[in-house]
């Protein structure tokens, strides 16, 4: 097991370093000068100078990725030229608004998926089972931004039960917060209840033909106890990955929805930094999102191996 | 040899066994129909679809105007048509384009022992960031433009493929019609294209259309986000996104483009869906 272990931190530390490469390779695709980029057509070329001074343009590319990767492991992840401070500080005034919509969505979503993804493999091919399952994909054809678009002209436009957008303006209290929130995560969290209930139905459905599961309804154990207790205690661990991984995604559901509903978030920070072409915070945060990811996998990963001891890498 | 006597078959038979199956089949005619009528639009619809009539400007839908009219006096079922045809090629652009990145890749990767490790870990490393994060920084670095677009998206999608074809390698491999083929002294390159790539068109195929359904989204999204595609292109991103504007006095100009992107998805997906059951009984069960 601590092979296993070690085997597998070390490849998770490969795949981070490839992450920090990519992260730098992509920035450098960018046709002629960023500099010049950035500042727009006005831009003197004293500016764009100072600007790529500033940026450590003007040193060899090894050197720009060594200063690169140096300034990451001390936790330095740049200067937002836009907002004009460090990316980690930019990321983290806009962190609550997604945490909270992240943690919203992925409550909706297990909330409906769990139920109807385990009651669909139980009555496998029953009319419940068929509608649970042609839901699901259509819930899946759906474009985030579009439901939620629906969603706001039907409950905030029309209703007038929320605000259209926005996130409460400056001294809202907690409670207003929230609010602005309720139709951003139904919209993420409908979305992504599709994919988990595709595989909570298809994990359910490979433990309940199992022998323990025979074994324990010959017992004369009660259909309630056998379905909760025994199959679904042994189809979680898959379940539980992907609610994990569908956690680290939902930042690429929350980059369209808090732009769709204004929320200041980390989503709609990205957008911004996009279309300003502030490529130090694309960056950042493409490394702080792609590592959380990483990280999740791993952490899931290394769960598996405490778990099930049947199980190495 | 057996899988070049198969391959004369396959086609009738996978047609055949497509109609066997209603839900695949009406997502093969929905997908076909919808590619028909945006080709065949100047046909269909008596409208222009940049043809200003400010005077008939968002019109509720009625016979005149099936979908309505938009804040220019366009006629949107038209427009819906007209913008079928750049959301759907770029779908498929990006399925060609990731394919070739794809094929590539898993072949390499399954086939030559020392490489699986360097090329598995950046598919890895690939993965980790989502697809519209990922393609809003790719097309933020080239800049924005249809061709950037299905660049942007390709290089998100490859890595799905390239490890649907790195799997199916990594069994074709040892098989012992492969062993065969090296032993007669058959070049590696003519073993590779002609032994195993013809044997994971199967997987090939059906994560394929997940990805052309996934591509339409995507490049919905991008569009609406206004980084994708330009706005003055017709596409159902743009058009929603246009639409948005409107969203109290005419709310159906964003509801039909959003109604076609759904309806070019749910079919795409019911086809692959279709194409797993019947190409890749194995798969069939990891949804």
């Known amino acids: 097991m601590v092979r296993s ?13 490839l992450v920090v490469t990519i992260v730098f390779v992509i920035v450098r695709l960018t046709p002629g000068d960023p500099a010049a980029v950035m500042l727009g057509p006005d831009a003197t070329a004293a500016d764009i100078e100072s600007l790529r001074e500033r940026l450590g343009l003007n040193a060899s590319i090894p050197q720009q990725f060594l200063t690169y990767v140096g300034g990451i492991l001390r936790g330095d992840f740049g200067q937002s030229i836009f907002l004009n401070m460090p990316v980690t500080e930019a ?5 609550e608004p997604t945490f909270f919509l992240t943690l919203f969505s992925l409550l909706i979503a297990t909330l409906i998926a769990l139920p109807v993804g385990v009651l669909s493999a139980y009555w496998r091919g029953s ?23 629906v969603f706001m002209q039907f409950f905030a436009v029309r209703l007038g039960w929320f605000d259209a957008s926005g996130y409460g303006g400056p001294g809202a209290s ?56 025994h199959a679904l205690k042994n189809a979680l661990i898959p ?12 930042i690429s559901g929350a980059i ?37 990811y990483v990280l999740v996998n791993f952490i899931i990963d290394m769960l598996y191996l405490i778990i099930d001891p049947r199980v190495r890498y | 040899m057996a899988a070049i006597a198969q391959t004369g078959f396959r086609e009738p038979n996978l047609l055949m066994k497509m109609m066997s199956r209603p839900t695949a089949m009406a997502g093969l005619v929905v997908i076909v129909a919808m590619i028909a009528l945006s080709l065949l639009a100047p046909l269909i619809s008596p409208y222009d679809p940049a043809q200003l009539a400010v005077r008939n400007r968002l019109l509720p839908p009625s016979w005149q105007h099936l979908f309505g009219t938009d804040d220019l006096g366009r006629d949107i079922f038209t427009r819906v048509l007209y913008s079928g045809r750049t959301s759907i090629a770029v779908g498929f652009a990006v399925v060609i384009f990731a394919s070739i990145i794809g094929v590539f890749l898993g072949l390499i990767a399954g086939f030559f022992r020392k490489a699986d490790a360097p090329v598995s870990r950046l598919i890895d490393a690939m993965m980790a960031f989502p697809d519209i994060l990922l393609a809003i920084a790719l097309v933020a670095a080239l800049g924005a433009s249809a061709t950037n677009v299905v660049i942007a998206l390709g290089v998100v999608y490859a890595p799905r493929l390239a490890r649907v074809v790195r799997a199916s390698t990594l069994v074709i491999r040892e098989l012992p019609y492969v062993e065969a083929a090296r032993a007669l002294g058959v070049p590696t390159p003519v073993t590779l294209v002609r032994h195993v790539l013809r044997n994971v068109t ?14 339409i989204l995507a490049e919905a999204g991008l569009s609406f ?36 992107i759904i309806l070019a998805v749910l079919s795409l997906q019911l086809v692959g869906d279709g194409l797993r059951d019947f190409l890749d009984p194995r798969l069939a069960k990891d949804v």
């Not at chain 1, 990321?91 to 962190?95: E, P, V």
């Not at chain 1, 072409?277 to 694309?282: A, K, V």
Request: glycine share 8%; no cysteine; aromatic share 10%.
């Open chain 1, 5 to 17: 272990a070690l085997n597998r931190i070390f490849g998770m530390l490969v795949v981070m370093a």
């Open chain 2, 202 to 215: 199967s997987p090939l195929l059906v994560q394929a259309t997940f990805i052309f359904a996934n591509a």
């Open chain 1, 174 to 229: 907690f409670g207003e917060r929230m609010h602005h929130l309720v139709l951003p995560a139904l919209t993420l969290g409908l979305i992504s209840s599709a994919l988990i209930t595709r595989f909570t139905r298809a994990s359910m459905l490979d433990v309940l033909n199992d022998d323990y599961v025979r074994t324990a309804r010959s017992k004369g154990m009660s259909e309630w106890r056998v379905v909760t207790r």
């Open chain 1, 239 to 250: 379940i539980l990955t992907v609610i994990g991984l569908t956690a680290a995604l939902l």
């Open chain 1, 256 to 292: 369209v929805t808090e732009t769709v509903f204004g929320l200041p978030g980390v989503g709609s920070l990205i957008v911004s930094a996009v279309l300003r072409r502030d490529y130090p915070l694309i960056q950042g945060a493409l490394l702080v999102v792609a590592g959380l």
């Open chain 1, 127 to 149: 009319a419940f089972d068929q509608a649970a399952t042609t839901l699901a994909m259509f819930a899946a054809s759906v474009p985030s931004f579009w439901l939620g678009l």
């Open chain 1, 91 to 95: 990321l983290m005034q806009r962190a």
């Open chain 2, 225 to 260: 986000l206004g980084v994708g595609i330009s706005p003055d292109i017709p596409t159902w991103g743009t058009m929603i996104s246009v639409g948005r504007q409107y969203m109290e006095q005419a709310p159906w100009i964003m509801w039909f483009p959003g109604g076609a």
